[in-house]
Each structure stands twice: as C-alpha cells, then as structure tokens.
C-alpha cells in the first residue's frame, strides 16, 4: 500500500465493521497507531504496529477485521467471539 492510499475492507466484511453492537463479543485493546499485518505462523496471523504492539489473531480474516475496523483515537474493537469470516 502506497502514501496516502485509503484502505477499504472486502465487501465481506463491510457489514460486519458497520455494526456497533456486537452480542458475545470480546474486547482487544489496540493502540491508535496504524495496525499491519505482520507474520503468518501456524495458522495465526500477526498484527503490528510501528510502536511495538503485537496481537495473533487466529486467522487472516480476523486479523483483517481488526486492522479494517480500527477506528482513529479509538483504542478498543470488539470482535465477535465465535465469528465466521
């Protein structure tokens, strides 16, 4: 991804990021800087960050998720705890 190039989540999961409400969700506390993709190992996917932060999700979709519906100064996501991407 380039400078200043707007990143859009797959139609997939547009519906999901609108939702403010997620029933049986749990919480991931991100930092506001901008999350990456980091690596793929064992069938977890790594977010970053430049800071430091690191997460494993436990797919590529739902690291997807997490980095599309991070929101600016926003340092909680709700993701759904038993969620099909």
Request: glycine fraction near 10%; include cysteine; charge should be positive.
């Amino acid at each position: 991804m380039g400078e200043g190039s707007i990143r859009k989540p797959c139609s997939k999961l547009q519906g999901i990021t609108s939702s403010k409400y997620l029933k049986d969700s749990k919480e991931i506390s991100v930092t506001g800087e901008t999350l990456k993709h980091g690596t793929y190992f064992m069938g977890q996917q790594e977010i970053i960050s430049d800071g430091g932060f690191k997460y494993n999700a436990s797919s590529l979709d739902e690291a997807k998720y997490i980095i599309y519906s991070q929101k600016p100064n926003s340092f909680l996501i709700k993701i759904k705890k038993k969620q099909r991407y």
